[in-house]
């Protein structure tokens, strides 16, 4: 016999991993499950999205050597030049500007 997975398979994962969980009825706004999340089938629940981790910083080129690096300490222009944006739950990379 097949099991079915369960509906909220991939949020009851997130959660034992340590995940904070909202919920919702129907199209009503997100709310932080405080406890433990009932896993209602008339519920919608999701992981509470984390906010991007956005970083400033002077990137230039070394002259001496060519080697790029940041904030480097002779720099004498505090305008940043390099915009990395961050995923806030995974840490990845998610974008690079020039500013």
Known sequence: ????????QHEIKAWADG?????????GPWQDCVHSPSWSK???YRVK??????????????A???TSFPGAEYNTST???LRLSFNGFTGKLR???VI
């Open 1 to 8: 016999m097949k099991t079915v997975p369960h509906k909220h």
């Open 95 to 97: 974008k690079a500007e």
């Open 64 to 66: 001496a050597d060519g």
């Open 42 to 44: 008339f519920l919608e």
């Open 49 to 62: 999205p984390i906010p991007d981790v956005v970083i400033e910083t002077v990137m230039q080129l070394n």
């Open 19 to 27: 995940a904070q969980i909202q919920a919702r009825q129907f199209d």
């Open 79 to 81: 305008e940043n030049n």
